[in-house]
């Protein structure tokens, strides 16, 4: 990669993992760097920037999803794709440059952990995924209706797709929505199949008497199972950070 | 009773077992089911204490037929008393795996009537939510010492994982607070399961169903009784070699009851718990022996430093260990260096040869480490600084913050102890 060309244009994107695949293989066929990558949801204007809007291709997307599989490993797949769900600075670039250079080294480039990008790139997947399993674990739901239930999250990182699809395995006779109130977007799923759509304005109706039981109830086991001569804020503090109280039922 | 009043009850009696965790199995949904395992167990709150809350944790009854000194639930004690009934416990956990608030049950019991009946209420509960409600959650079950084998069997395909606590690590502490429990009502049943899994893993022809798939655990009290940390830890390293146990939980004595047998403490110990777990790491993913760590001259841990640090002061002739060429092994033994790490380390030495700045990039936190290491035959201090003293002295001196510093020495000119970032501001502003 040392002997590409750098150019000085900011690349558009529309913001799919399928769009900032295209933008790997022109850059790679080219040989070109951009200088930076923003999806185009997220672009300030700014009058120095030369802009290039790159469209999204699925069939080139798709020719470079098998080629990382083929050519580099499933490893690398799973870094890069993790890496775009989380909230990285930059995380575009860093994905580009972490591909292209694995295209000519091959597997190998998740060893070389003292390449900063490619350092930055699995720390990115670390974040998305830990922060994924620690809302399998924190994410509530509420009975809404009958056999329906909803739960509300707040998440740094952009996971509500692979979290979906651990409530899929775990209950899947159960109607559910998730909404990432973040984003503004709802997983919703029919105990058949699921679908992710936008949601600036949903109602939720109330819950049911049955959910009030045992939402009580939880709170109570929650109180009672804490031994008082232990105290630790600190320690459940560290566990279960702030940012994610709002959307619990019991009150640490 | 209502059930608000009976979780209560049997929720505050069974706080003072220490596991939790919901790990080891990977179960498998079916289509119609609910719920599946999940191989490294998922957390879903932290009470006040800080301890995980990953499963719904109760007892069946507290109504308990036996007087152990130490225990909240001694039939001698007035409290107040509940007992659950099989569906009951079924509908709660079913209902609070529903909303994701749980991982699963972990159930245990008092003794009542007699262990045969308790247990044979367990099997009833398990049941239910195995073959009536298609429940492929986490179960942790107690198994009551003294119960039939029969009933081990038929609990063991149905559950997760088993346990029997200890609870006393001698048999004169066992006669002292527990008289009407025996040695070897409770080691029996343990050797009975280890082998019963054993058999399960080689001859999968015979047995279908899997027993206990994520194994069996146990629990010791620390600070009722006068037994010696090293006694404790040989203790567990001879079950995790013998028994194959999963887990050995310690749980610090908390005074609840009075009673002349048992000593009255302002605080759980809690460092000395601390400790044990520590050390219990080192044996189980580190390679450590117990003797290592501990021997007659020294049969208690050290307050100020942690098991490793304390071993490798003492073990000083084994260090510095160049990080470029040690194997995973040796990397283990350096202080601060965690089975992460290590991994890291290995990983990225394939391609680059390390430095102490590299080793920083890669996320390894050398705050231990640095005194114990060397990078391409360097140390990060000037040579002749790499003695115990120097070493102790900074040890101890970043973690003054947590730990209090008890010794105290005149000082001299020549100090030991490294500028801190304060000290160093403080040099250049002139603000001495």
């Known amino acids: 990669m040392s002997n590409w060309k750098l150019v000085n244009t900011t690349y558009l994107y529309d913001g799919t993992f399928d769009g900032l695949l295209t ?33 999204t291709n699925y ?48 597997p190998k480039i998740n060893t070389m952990l003292t390449i900063s ?36 999250i707040h998440p740094d990182n952009n996971i509500i797709e692979p979290l979906g699809h651990h409530f899929i395995k775990r209950l899947p006779t159960q109607n559910f929505i998730i909404h990432d109130k973040n984003r503004n977007i709802c997983f919703l799923y029919n105990s058949q199949e699921y679908k992710i759509i936008d949601s600036t304005n949903l109602t939720i109706p109330d819950v049911t008497e049955e959910e009030q039981k045992y939402q009580e109830l939880w709170k109570l086991f929650f109180k009672t199972i804490a031994i008082q001569e232990r105290k630790n804020a600190r320690c459940q503090m560290q566990f279960m950070p702030k940012k994610y109280w709002q959307d619990l039922i019991e009150e640490p | 009773m209502d059930i608000f009043d009976k979780l209560k009850i049997l929720a505050d009696s069974a706080k003072y077992d220490a596991s939790c965790s919901s790990s080891g199995s990977n179960r498998k949904n079916t289509n119609d089911g609910i719920g599946n395992g999940h191989v490294s167990g998922i957390c879903h709150s932290w009470g006040a204490d800080g301890r995980c809350i990953s499963l719904l944790k109760i007892l069946f009854t507290n109504a308990c037929m036996y007087d152990c000194k130490y225990c909240i639930n ?46 044979e209420r367990l099997v009833e509960t398990a049941s239910i939510l195995r073959n009536e409600y298609h429940f492929h959650g986490y179960i942790h079950c107690k198994t009551i010492p003294g119960c039939s084998q029969e009933l081990i069997d038929k ?68 600070g009722a009784t006068p037994e010696t940390d090293l006694k404790i830890l040989k203790l567990s390293e001879g079950m995790y070699k013998s028994l194959k146990l999963k887990r050995v939980y310690y749980s610090a004595y908390v005074s609840i009851n009075n009673d002349k047998n048992l000593p009255t403490l302002e605080k759980p110990p809690l460092l000395r718990e601390n400790r044990l777990y520590q050390a219990d790491w ?58 992460i790490s290590a991994k890291k380390i290995i990983t990225a030495r394939r391609e680059f040869l390390l430095d102490f700045e590299s080793l920083k990039k890669l996320g390894v936190v050398l705050k231990r480490a640095q005194y114990f ?60």
């Open chain 1, 23 to 55: 933008i790997v293989f022109e850059s790679y066929s080219h040989k070109t760097l951009p200088q930076k990558i923003v999806s185009e949801e997220e672009y300030i204007q700014n009058f120095l920037d030369k802009t290039q809007y790159i469209n």
């Open chain 1, 59 to 106: 069939e080139k997307a798709k020719r470079v999803f098998e080629g990382i599989n083929k050519n580099i490993c499933y490893e690398a797949l799973y870094n890069s794709f993790y890496a775009f769900l989380s909230d990285g600075k930059e995380k575009e670039i860093k994905i580009l440059k972490y591909l292209c250079d694995g295209f000519d080294i091959g």
């Open chain 1, 117 to 152: 990008y490619v350092f930055s790139v699995i720390n990115m997947r670390k974040r998305a995924l830990s922060e994924c399993h620690k809302l399998k674990g924190l994410l509530r739901f509420m009975e809404i209706g009958k056999n329906l239930y909803y739960a509300s």
């Open chain 2, 74 to 119: 001694r039939s001698s004690n007035s409290v107040p008393r509940a007992t659950f009934t099989p569906r009951e416990v079924a509908d709660l956990t079913i209902h609070f795996y529903k909303r994701n608030y749980i991982e699963g049950l972990f159930l245990s019991s008092a003794v009542i009537k007699s262990p045969d009946y308790t247990m």
């Open chain 2, 155 to 222: 609990l063991g395909v149905l559950v997760d994982r088993m346990s029997i606590n200890i609870e006393l690590p001698s048999n004169d502490s066992l006669k002292l607070l527990a008289p009407q429990k025996e040695k070897d009502g409770i080691l029996k049943p343990m050797t009975y399961i280890s082998n019963t899994l054993k058999l399960n893993k080689m001859d999968k022809s015979k047995y279908k169903e899997k027993f206990v798939p994520a194994g069996q655990t146990t629990q010791l009290m620390v």
């Open chain 2, 282 to 339: 080192l044996l189980r993913f580190y390679g450590f022996q117990a003797d290592e760590l501990l021997n007659e001259e020294h049969p208690n841990f050290n307050t100020l430093l942690d098991p490793k640090c304390d071993w490798a002061l003492r073990n000083l002739d084994k260090f510095p260990i160049e990080i470029n060429t040690a194997n995973y092994h040796t990397l283990l033994r350096i202080p601060g260096i965690g089975v």
């Open chain 2, 373 to 432: 290491i060397t990078c391409k035959g360097k140390y990060f201090y000037e040579v002749n600084k790499f003695n115990k003293n120097f070493i102790e002295t900074n040890l101890l001196y970043t973690e003054r913050n947590t730990i209090p510093q008890k010794k105290f020495e005149q000082l001299s000119m020549f100090d030991t102890l490294l500028p801190t970032k304060e000290d160093k501001i403080k040099c250049l502003t002139g603000s001495l």
